[in-house]
């Protein structure tokens, strides 16, 4: 999963008409680990989509603009908008995530 580093790129990547996934993640953040060890499976049976990783501690204007409260968080974006939100609270598990992505098709 590539890494976002700074807002322009953020920018970027989302106003395009592809569907886009942003997984918000922190590095002391233990739930972010377990979703890590479980993520790639996922990414492969969802490659519909492109997906992106952001820190929301390096960036935590992004996070704080686009509600996330807790992470990790999956974000759908596309054409400029979010299109759909998975709060951490229910992304700890694969059947979680996977069960999310069901619901956007």
């Not at 979703?35 to 519909?48: G, K, L, T, V």
């Not at 686009?66 to 974006?77: A, K, R, T, Y």
Request: charged fraction near 30%.
């Amino acid at each position: 999963m590539q890494g976002i580093k700074n807002k322009e790129t953020f920018n970027e990547l989302v106003q395009g008409s592809e569907p886009v996934i942003v997984k918000f993640t922190a590095d002391w953040c233990p739930d972010c680990r377990r979703m890590d060890m479980f993520i790639d499976e996922i990414i492969a049976d969802n490659n519909q989509y492109k997906w992106y990783e952001l820190n929301k501690d390096e960036l935590p204007e992004i996070a704080e603009n686009h509600d996330v409260m807790g992470i990790p968080s999956l974000l759908i974006f596309q054409d400029g908008q979010k299109k759909a939100h998975l709060h951490s609270a229910n992304a700890k598990s694969p059947e979680q995530v996977t069960a999310f992505l069901e619901e956007q098709k």
